[in-house]
């Protein structure tokens, strides 16, 4: 199916945008972090935005309804990254990637309640799967010190994994309205206002206690491979017969990238184990891409 192809490519960019956040908030001010990558978002998209403009029309519809829509998209997803910066800046990547990838499970659900999306055994399977794979996450998590009950990192990881999957559910409904690129653009600009006037509020009460920034010149890598990730998803999901759970799915393969930077360049603890977690996550997507037909 052709929303395969965009799907697999953004879950490529994915990987790599993972790896260039490691890097940019590591013993860096992980809010600041954010900001710039709001604002370099924002920039990368803003030809949409202008065009827009220059010829006369607001976007969306040009309706209030719409622009209230994007701006409840944005406040959701920048509440996901919040606490999913937070979370890789203290998590391994061999702990964080696998928790994020089982979004799809999140995603499912609430595609079956509100899409009518239907799995044939196939794609049921890989989602068991995908169960058992968090199970196993959960265990060797708790070996290194990140248990449920004493880590706060932990639990920021899971929040912002369940919030993208409140996202994800959203896209779809958002993509049968609107053009996929006027969504981008709008919320990403919408999250740069909103992530300044919260940095603006923190500052305020900054107590000397916060790490302090560093320019590092992956932060513009962040935004720029999210971006491209963003763009491929937007349009698989907006092609005809295109089913958001799997999407989101495919999506979680980027885990990859960064688990595999995360055993060779980081040397993370417990690699066999969290190799077997991995393989059971690449199980799961390949059951569900075969499954849906490609």
Request: aromatic share 12%; proline share 3%.
């Amino acid at each position: 199916m052709e929303w395969i192809i965009p799907a697999l490519l953004s879950a490529t960019c994915l990987g790599v945008y993972d790896i260039f956040k490691k890097l940019s908030v590591k013993g860096n001010n992980v809010l600041m972090v954010l900001l710039l990558n709001t604002i370099f978002g924002a920039l990368y998209l803003s030809p949409v935005i202008i065009s827009n403009l220059s010829s006369g029309h607001f976007g969306l519809g040009d309706t209030l309804y719409g622009h209230c829509l994007i701006f409840i998209k944005a406040i959701i997803v920048l509440s996901s990254w919040i606490l999913g910066y937070f979370a890789i800046k203290h998590l391994p990547l061999t702990i964080q990637g696998p928790i994020n990838a089982t979004r799809p499970v999140i995603v499912l659900v609430g595609a079956l309640c509100l899409f009518g999306e239907r799995l044939n055994l196939l794609q049921w399977i890989g989602i068991i799967i995908g169960f058992a794979s968090l199970y196993f996450i959960s265990r060797i998590g708790a070996k290194e010190g990140f248990s449920l009950r004493n880590s706060r990192w932990l639990w920021m990881s899971i929040g912002a994994m369940i919030l993208g999957a409140v996202s994800a559910l959203f896209d779809k409904y958002l993509l049968r309205n609107y053009l996929p690129l006027e969504v981008q653009a709008w919320y990403s600009l919408y999250q740069c206002f909103i992530m300044s006037i919260i940095l603006l509020a923190l500052m305020r009460r900054q107590n000397g206690s916060t790490d302090k920034f560093q320019w590092r010149w992956t932060i513009p890598c962040i935004a720029l491979f999210l971006t491209i990730a963003d763009l491929a998803y937007f349009h698989s999901l907006s092609i005809d017969g295109s089913m958001v759970s799997i999407v989101s799915m495919i999506r979680r393969g980027s885990v990859i990238i960064p688990f595999l930077y995360g055993v060779m360049i980081l040397r993370e603890k417990n690699v066999k184990s969290k190799i077997f977690d991995l393989i059971l996550l690449m199980i799961s997507l390949a059951l569900l891409v075969i499954g849906s037909g490609l």
